[in-house]
């Protein structure tokens, strides 16, 4: 396996600043330098609710813009396998960026109530079921948070606790399954 070959579906998973994204970025450009025909979109979960946050996704633009300019970006905070029904196609590869930002974004939005338990159960279902059925070639970010203490909060926990599953779950479903620490890949997973 090529570093740089295009599975099916793949989940790049690490710390803050592992190098997941820069990653799925590169895995783009690869994608679109394979063939003329080739197109790269970015689903992009993240919400600017503060200034830290809007420099935050600001920073991650200029990155992107640098390093994958194809790679054409589409906001889609909550309604994530919508978003990938909705532009699957074979020749596109989709890059979701990322699943822990949807996962906060469904359970404890800014404004307003998170999802049920049953609504979040049948949220990450679809979404398993859209990665799974797609034509495009997938890859997915998210963070493996669930190595460090146990969280003091309940809610914290309940969130710690339902990335977890998300992650396993998402996982059990892609081909591929990237850890990424200090800018270098392990692989976990590969059945491409």
């Not at 190098?19 to 970015?42: D, F, T, V, Y």
């Not at 339902?162 to 890949?185: D, E, F, K, W």
Request: with cysteine; hydrophobic share 45%; aromatic share 2%.
């Amino acid at each position: 396996m090529s570093a740089w070959s295009i599975a099916r579906s793949e989940l790049i998973l690490g710390g803050q600043k592992s190098g997941k994204s820069r990653r799925a970025e590169l895995l783009a450009q690869h994608w679109i330098a394979q063939s003329p025909g080739n197109r790269a979109m970015l689903l992009a979960t993240g919400q600017a609710w503060d200034e830290e946050m809007r420099a935050r996704i600001a920073r991650h633009q200029e990155d992107r813009a640098r390093r994958a300019p194809g790679l054409v970006t589409v906001e889609e905070p909550c309604r994530l396998a919508e978003a990938l029904r909705q532009h699957d196609d074979a020749g596109t590869l989709l890059v979701v960026d990322c699943l822990t930002l949807w996962l906060t974004n469904r359970m404890m939005p800014a404004q307003g109530s998170g999802d049920s338990p049953a609504a979040l159960t049948d949220a990450i279902a679809g979404l398993i079921r859209a990665i799974e059925g797609a034509a495009s070639p997938i890859v997915l970010v998210g963070n493996e948070i669930g190595l460090g203490v146990i969280p003091l909060g309940s809610e914290v926990r309940a969130f710690v606790d339902a990335l977890g599953r998300l992650n396993q779950a998402v996982a059990a479903s892609c081909r591929r399954v990237t850890l990424m620490v200090a800018g270098l890949p392990l692989t976990l997973k590969d059945e491409s």
